[in-house]
């Protein structure tokens, strides 16, 4: 279930005439609430080419899309849309999975197995470990 406070208006008809500020609000509330209801339902990482048709959710995972969520649960906790302690809640299990998750020398791969943990290899010559990926999910950006 959504938080109440995360819902974030619909855009008015007239959206060329919203505030600045207003119009900055919806868009943060819906990153927020993109990587809050679109999280893996057990690893709570960020789903990649998440259907939003009603098709089968699938288990693969972003590394760099991950750091994002983090950063976008930590703001949504600053402005007030989350209570902390859900956030923390979901935090710590993002971490806890991802310690457990498999790793090429403490390097992350661009994709793993929202239930496993195992690597899930963007090419067929892929030998799992992604610097660009692993950096993303360090510094909280996609």
Request: aromatic share 8%.
């Amino acid at each position: 279930m959504i938080p109440s406070t995360l819902q974030a208006p619909d855009l008015p008809a007239n959206v060329h005439k919203v505030d600045e500020d207003a119009l900055l609000d919806i868009v943060q509330r819906q990153a927020a609430r993109y990587f809050w209801e679109g999280a893996h339902p057990v690893s709570g990482l960020a789903r990649d080419r998440q259907k939003t048709t009603g098709a089968p959710a699938n288990d693969l995972v972003a590394i760099g899309g991950s750091g994002f969520g983090m950063l976008a649960i930590i703001v949504a906790v600053e402005r007030g849309w989350i209570d902390r302690t859900a956030a923390l809640s979901r935090l710590q299990g993002m971490l806890d999975f991802l310690e457990s998750s498999q790793r090429y020398h403490g390097v992350f791969p661009r994709f793993i197995n929202g239930r496993t943990g195992a690597t899930i290899p963007f090419r067929r010559k892929d030998d799992g470990a992604d610097l660009v990926e692993t950096t993303f999910l360090f510094q909280g950006r996609p």
